[in-house]
């Protein structure tokens, strides 16, 4: 007669299983494709759109060429890169009509025209109206004997910061922004434990699992088991980010590259565990896959909300104070603390803070998970409620 499991050979056996089962589905092969194709071609679209806006181009006819250095100064001024070239006015409509030029300037003192296809973009806009502005201005001034460029001096303001200016802040929030859907993706794996619950208990599976091994030991299986399915993708997709976007030369912040990389890692643990016992605790509920989405939509949107308010607050103001309150709360932290981080605005102390409070969040909803999943794993039939599971003892 073979010796009983003892609890952790039990969880190992356990994990070791799902592991097994979901690395090997197909499922997960497309899914980790799909999701690689997706980055590539999200990137890819980046990268060009942004080679296209970065350069615009302008026509100068006869007329207005001598606004030619006051427009390349203005324009290194607003850290826009403008071409400029001369051209005659039908010509220049031409080149304007087919996309060839970006806007052509036109016309003399109090006529001039800024002629676009459709629209001209606005830093054209901004460009060409201050150029213009400009040259006007000194030319009054000269009228008046006054010396422009004494002039000029003397209203300079410089530039200052408390915090000297990060030139790699670029490459911060693209780390912080692929990290953010790195392990948006990553944590996704947590809802394969209510869909594996409910198929257990629908095929009753669970019965004979349960005549050897307890509920919680079960459930810790299942959710160390996927845990490490969602951390192999997250190494994988990450790591093939890093490697192509060095070989590439877009990413030149290798060791900052390593420290996201570390911190998302840390924050998919802390997130999967608190959102795997939700998401099981909500499946044991249910007895069918029909009624399954019903009660794991909540879970869904608690999970997308600090998505979209990290993709939406921190690119435009890193030090949010909303993101920053939000990178403390359990639920929202496992996203918004490493976007944080990555930018730079995050020390590691409010990273240990953060990540306290999760563990401690993750005790309480372990606890409450596994009482609901011990209570209700067994029940078939109609939908056990909360309440139920919470007060019945099996």
């Given amino acids: 007669m073979s010796e009983a499991l003892s609890s952790n050979q039990a969880i190992l056996l356990v994990a070791r299983r799902e592991f097994v ?5 197909r499922s997960f092969v497309i899914g980790l494709v799909v999701t690689l194709a997706l980055l590539g071609v999200g990137g890819g679209i980046g990268y060009f759109v942004a080679a296209q806006n970065s350069t615009s181009s302008l026509g100068l006819t006869a007329d207005t060429a001598s606004f ?35 806007a052509l300037l036109t016309g003399g003192p109090g006529a001039y025209e800024l002629l676009g296809r ?8 901004s460009v060409v109206s201050t150029a213009v502005q400009q040259q006007a201005l000194a030319t009054a001034l000269a009228g008046a004997g006054v010396d422009p460029a004494q002039l000029a001096a003397q209203s300079q303001v410089a530039v200052t910061t408390i915090e000297p200016s990060d030139p790699d802040s670029g490459q911060q929030l693209a780390l912080a922004l692929v990290a953010t859907i790195l392990l948006f993706f990553s944590l996704n794996y947590a809802s394969l434990v209510a869909t594996g619950v409910v198929e257990e208990k629908q095929s009753r599976v669970v019965e004979l699992l349960l005549a050897t091994i307890t509920p919680r030991q ?33 990413l030149t912040l290798p060791a900052a590259a390593f420290g996201t990389f570390a911190m998302a890692i840390l924050w998919y643990l802390l997130g999967f565990f608190l959102f795997a016992a939700l998401y099981a605790a909500v499946g044991s509920t249910v007895s069918r896959q029909e009624e399954l989405q019903s009660v794991i939509t909540p879970i869904v949107f608690i999970l997308i909300i600090p998505l979209v308010l990290t993709l939406n607050l921190l690119p435009s103001d890193p030090r949010n104070e909303l993101a920053a309150v939000l990178s403390f709360i359990p639920f929202f932290s496992q996203t918004v603390m490493p976007a944080r981080y990555a930018l730079g605005v995050a020390p590691l102390w409010e990273v240990a803070v953060a990540a306290l409070i999760a563990v401690i969040a993750i005790v309480v909803v372990v606890r409450l998970a596994a009482r609901i999943y011990q209570n209700s794993i067994l029940r078939t039939g109609a939908r056990v409620t909360l309440r139920e599971a919470l007060r019945t003892r099996s």
Avoid: F, W, Y
């Fill in 21 to 25: 089962t979901q690395v090997r589905s």
């Fill in 68 to 102: 030619r250095t006051a427009l390349e100064a203005t324009a290194s001024t607003l850290d826009t890169e403008l071409l400029i070239t001369e051209v005659d006015d039908p010509s220049g409509q031409a080149q304007v009509d087919d996309d060839e030029l970006d």
């Fill in 118 to 125: 459709d629209a001209v973009d606005s830093t054209v806009q």
């Fill in 218 to 250: 079960l459930l810790a299986g299942k959710v160390l088991g996927l845990s490490v399915v969602g951390l192999l993708n997250l190494v994988v997709l990450g790591g093939i980010s890093v490697v192509v976007a060095s070989a590439t030369g877009v």
